[in-house]
C-alpha cells in the first residue's frame, strides 16, 4: 500500500462496474518503485453521474485519472482538449489535469499495437483483421489498425448501429480505401463463412471475463494459420483456451493493460514507466 501524505497527488480509475480492475495494483507498485508520492484508486461512477464525476477532478486536485467502460466516447464532451490518437478514434481512456485543463487521450490503441508486435510477434499490416466488438476498446483497436495498414477490417457486434458507426468513422478517417484498408460490417451469424480468410481474431468483448461465458466464436471455424487476440486480461478465455489447444497463436490482454497504463503513467509522471515491474504486478495480482 502507498504512503499517503498530505502532499501526494492522486490518480485513479472512473467506469462501472470496476471491481475487477488491476490498475491500482500497476501503478501503485510503479510509482512505489520510482519513489514517488502519487497513489492510484478506483472510482465507480455509476451511470448518469460520469459528468459530475469528471467536472470533480479540478476542484479536488486530482491529477488524472484513467476511463473505462462505459464512458470511454461519453466523457468527450467533459474535457477541454485533446490529444494524440483520441481525436481521430473518437474515445478517451485517459485524463490528464494539466495547468487546469482537462486534456484527454487514448492509450489502448497505441497498447493494443505495441502488444501485438512485441509479444505477439505479428505485424498487422497487409492482414486480414476479424475484430468483434465495436464498443470503446474496439473503436480504439479498429481506428488505430486502419491507420497502420491492414488490408481489410471486419467488424461485428451485437449492436448493428455500434458496429455500422466504426466502419464509416474508419472511412471518414481514413477513406473507403485510402489508408489500404476497406472496412466492412458482418454480422454475428457471417462470422463462419468469413473466417477462412482472417489472418487476425481480436475480440474486443467482455466475453470470456467470466467462467460462465461460452467461447467468443465456434474453434472448429479456426484455421492453421489463424492468429487470436484478446483484450480480457483477468482471465484465459475459452477463446484462448481453444485456439490454443489447436496450436495456434494466442495472446490475452494483459500486455495491452500494461503498455495502456504505461503509456498513462508516463503522461502524469512525466517519468519512464517501469513496464517489467507494472507486469509483475499484475501477475502477483492474477496469481493471487
Same mark, same amino acid.
Given at each position: 500500500?502507498?504512503?499517503?501524505?498530505?502532499?501526494?497527488?492522486?490518480?485513479?480509475? &472512473?467506469?462501472?462496474?470496476?471491481?475487477?480492475? =488491476?490498475?491500482?495494483? &500497476?501503478?501503485?507498485?510503479?510509482?512505489?518503485?520510482?519513489?514517488?508520492?502519487?497513489?492510484?484508486?478506483?472510482?465507480? +461512477?455509476?451511470?448518469?453521474?460520469?459528468? $459530475?464525476?469528471?467536472?470533480?477532478?479540478?476542484? =479536488?486536485?486530482?491529477?488524472?485519472?484513467?476511463?473505462?467502460?462505459?464512458?470511454?466516447?461519453?466523457? =468527450?464532451?467533459? +474535457? %477541454?482538449?485533446?490529444?494524440? %490518437?483520441?481525436? =481521430?478514434?473518437?474515445?478517451?481512456?485517459?485524463?490528464?489535469?494539466?495547468?487546469?485543463?482537462?486534456?484527454?487521450?487514448?492509450?489502448?490503441?497505441?497498447?493494443?499495437?505495441?502488444?501485438?508486435?512485441?509479444?505477439?510477434?505479428?505485424?498487422?499490416?497487409?492482414?486480414?483483421?476479424?475484430?468483434?466488438?465495436?464498443?470503446?476498446?474496439?473503436?480504439?483497436?479498429?481506428?488505430?489498425?486502419?491507420?497502420?495498414? +491492414?488490408?481489410?477490417?471486419?467488424?461485428? %457486434?451485437? %449492436?448493428?448501429?455500434k458496429s455500422n458507426?466504426?466502419?464509416? !468513422?474508419?472511412?471518414?478517417?481514413?477513406?473507403?480505401?485510402?489508408?489500404?484498408?476497406?472496412? $466492412?460490417?458482418?454480422?454475428? @451469424?457471417?462470422?463462419?463463412?468469413? &473466417?477462412?480468410?482472417?489472418?487476425?481474431?481480436?475480440?474486443?468483448?467482455?466475453?470470456?471475463?467470466?467462467?460462465?461465458?461460452?467461447?467468443? +466464436?465456434?474453434?472448429?471455424?479456426? !484455421?492453421?494459420?489463424?492468429?487470436?487476440?484478446?483484450?480480457?486480461?483477468?482471465?484465459?478465455?475459452?477463446?484462448?483456451?481453444?485456439?490454443?489447444?489447436?496450436?495456434?497463436?494466442?495472446?490475452?490482454?494483459?500486455?495491452?493493460?500494461?503498455? @495502456?497504463?504505461?503509456?498513462?503513467?508516463?503522461?502524469?509522471t512525466g517519468k519512464?514507466?517501469?513496464?517489467?515491474? &507494472?507486469?509483475?504486478?499484475?501477475? $502477483?495480482?492474477?496469481?493471487?
Amino acid at each position: 500500500m502507498n504512503r499517503i501524505e498530505g502532499t501526494t497527488r492522486i490518480v485513479g480509475l &472512473m467506469g462501472y462496474p470496476i471491481g475487477h480492475t =488491476l490498475s491500482p495494483a &500497476m501503478h501503485n507498485a510503479a510509482f512505489r518503485r520510482l519513489g514517488l508520492d502519487f497513489t492510484y484508486i478506483p472510482m465507480p +461512477v455509476k451511470p448518469g453521474d460520469i459528468e $459530475r464525476a469528471v467536472q470533480s477532478i479540478k476542484p =479536488l486536485d486530482i491529477l488524472g485519472v484513467n476511463v473505462t467502460a462505459p464512458y470511454k466516447e461519453e466523457v =468527450l464532451k467533459y +474535457v %477541454d482538449g485533446l490529444r494524440g %490518437d483520441a481525436k =481521430l478514434i473518437g474515445a478517451v481512456n485517459t485524463i490528464h489535469n494539466s495547468g487546469g485543463k482537462l486534456i484527454g487521450y487514448n492509450t489502448d490503441a497505441e497498447g493494443f499495437i505495441i502488444s501485438l508486435k512485441s509479444e505477439g510477434r505479428i505485424n498487422p499490416r497487409g492482414k486480414n483483421v476479424l475484430l468483434v466488438g465495436a464498443g470503446g476498446v474496439g473503436r480504439a483497436i479498429g481506428v488505430k489498425l486502419a491507420g497502420v495498414g +491492414v488490408s481489410t477490417i471486419l467488424i461485428a %457486434d451485437i %449492436d448493428s448501429k455500434k458496429s455500422n458507426a466504426l466502419k464509416n !468513422h474508419i472511412r471518414k478517417c481514413f477513406g473507403k480505401v485510402s489508408s489500404g484498408t476497406e472496412a $466492412r460490417v458482418v454480422s454475428t @451469424q457471417e462470422i463462419k463463412k468469413v &473466417m477462412k480468410n482472417i489472418d487476425i481474431l481480436i475480440n474486443a468483448t467482455t466475453v470470456g471475463m467470466h467462467k460462465k461465458d461460452p467461447c467468443l +466464436v465456434n474453434p472448429e471455424w479456426f !484455421h492453421g494459420k489463424l492468429f487470436v487476440y484478446d483484450v480480457v486480461y483477468n482471465i484465459e478465455t475459452k477463446l484462448l483456451k481453444e485456439a490454443r489447444k489447436k496450436g495456434l497463436k494466442a495472446l490475452g490482454g494483459l500486455g495491452m493493460l500494461v503498455h @495502456q497504463g504505461a503509456l498513462a503513467f508516463a503522461i502524469w509522471t512525466g517519468k519512464k514507466p517501469p513496464v517489467k515491474v &507494472m507486469r509483475e504486478a499484475i501477475i $502477483r495480482k492474477v496469481s493471487g
